[in-house]
């Protein structure tokens, strides 16, 4: 089954304790397509301005991701800045330039209207409800967020919440969109505005997935000696959580469970180099094999 | 087999955002014994004031604590004052007072030296090495500290470190020690000064276990909607862990794994309400039942 990705493509300066990069590829919807190709046909619809050379989305065509979808407008790409800190948990936006993106009205080809999963990767909330109004009858769609929009589109974000079958969030977004310490007491929250299921990135200490038929799933982060480079860490674990759902049979707790292993080991691949660099050479049987350390990671024997 | 436990017994005035209390019993050895004591039997070895009714501690007595090591001495118990925040995971202390710890010295009564699991609560490593040497031939040791010690007695920490056979220790207090921002790097670190594994504590994110033989193992916090108060987790943690390992026959990995996940429960119980308050009304088959919840939490299907 084929997936649709809404969301930026753009161009990044990051700094972390090990090293920096200027102009590199990165933006949601790249992260979000290169993982979740690894496991089902992707449409990606975005924008980019006229200053991108197009050969750098190639490695994404020959991943099976549809580009038809991107709109090249004069002007400049999305530009994003940050810095991370000693600890790599926490970063400063340095400077954020929309660009081409300011006036992004995204409008999907006919044939992808057809797509069965959908993520709206983290944009104004009004634009994910667009892209939702497109689809026509979609298997499974999920969203992520910002504290941007949660300061100040608190009302579409509802609606938004509202018709999606899956939202997720960082955990300081879930505690700031519920007011509450607990993530638990977010997660019921947020569900009960309508979503199915909730998964809640935590960074280096994993993911956990709260469902409306009051199941729970955690999943550990991978221990890496070395993370140079957290940026896309959500979005490809969007993607491979996505990617795994598209290429399963059936939609059942156990195969989300199992969704959101793929999500973290793709992810945990990411972060071992700037931007979209590992991504672009990881084969599926890497994350197979990983897959399975997260399995020894994580299974005791029952009382 | 039986479990030793050697740390403080204290009164503790405690400030969250879900109330306050004075003078609730508290200390590493009390929160210890009343977690481990589920499951072995305990002797504890501590040392408090004549201000401290003696019937504050009846309730491990009835649990099966061995008390005949608690020394009392003219003048006040050990006092620790505490404020948390809003996310609960940092804490203020705003009064510590060593009073008749401050001349402690750990003396075990003859019989205890045979206790087989051994328990060095967070204290001057210098004292956890005297009683180290009191204990004839235990099956395994563990050791807490703090980030005073890995300041101001590093050497002295470095060498109980490399006489143990575990070592337990906050997030933080790894990445302190190692001067690294990567708990599997910090954990390489500690390892290769000889204990057979290490058990690293996150609080709201659960704890991971890291052994010798390169073996990782995660277990997630449980999730609860409300934490009364996180004073004492990480030594009730260290009490289900191995009072859970003292009841078992075998020190095999796949022990330590169940041992993590009973630690997990119990520690889950006593943030629950203030101080041991909750640990004091803990059964067995309660710390079973969300033993077998986390079962139900982490377990999916290999690929």
Redesign the interface.
């Known amino acids: 089954m084929s997936i649709l990705v809404v969301g930026t493509i753009g161009l990044d300066d990051i700094e972390t ?1 090990f090293g920096s990069v200027r102009s590199e590829l990165g933006g949601s919807a790249t992260h979000f397509s290169a993982a979740a190709a690894l496991y089902a046909p992707v449409n990606l619809v975005s924008v980019v301005g006229t200053d991108l050379a197009p050969e750098r989305l190639d490695f994404l065509r020959q991943r099976g991701v549809d580009t038809r979808g991107v709109q090249v407008v004069e002007g400049q790409t999305f530009r994003w800045s940050g810095r991370y800190h ?3 948990n926490s970063r400063d936006t340095l400077d954020t330039q929309l660009n081409v993106y300011a006036n992004f009205v995204p409008r999907l080809p006919e044939d992808y209207g057809k797509s069965q999963f959908v993520f709206l990767a983290n944009m104004d909330p009004e634009q994910q409800r667009q892209v939702l109004e497109q689809v026509r009858a979609p298997v499974l769609t999920m969203m992520d967020t910002m504290d941007l929009w949660i300061r100040t589109r608190r009302e579409e974000l509802d609606r938004i919440i509202g018709m999606v079958d899956m939202v997720t969030m960082n955990d300081s977004e879930v ?1 700031m969109f519920a007011d509450t ?5 977010g997660a ?1 929250l947020i569900l009960a505005m309508g979503p199915r299921a909730i998964l809640v990135k ?1 960074g ?3 993911a ?1 997935m ?1 469902t409306r038929d009051n ?4 999943a ?1 982060a991978y ?5 140079r480079d957290p940026t896309g860490a959500g979005d490809s674990f969007a993607g491979g959580f996505m990617g795994y759902l598209a290429s399963s049979d059936g939609t059942e707790d ?1 195969v989300f ?2 969704a ?2 793929h999500g973290s080991a793709v992810a945990s691949f990411c972060v071992e180099d700037f931007g979209v660099q590992r991504l672009q050479t990881l084969t599926r049987g890497e994350v ?1 094999r990983r ?2 350390e997260f ?9």
Request: net charge negative.
């Open positions: 304790p000693f600890d790599m505690r310490t607990s993530i638990a007491v019921r935590k280096e200490n994993g956990v709260f199941q729970f799933f955690a550990p221990p890496l000696e070395e993370v156990d469970k199992r959101v292993i197979d897959y399975s399995h020894t990671f994580t299974q005791f024997e029952p009382l």
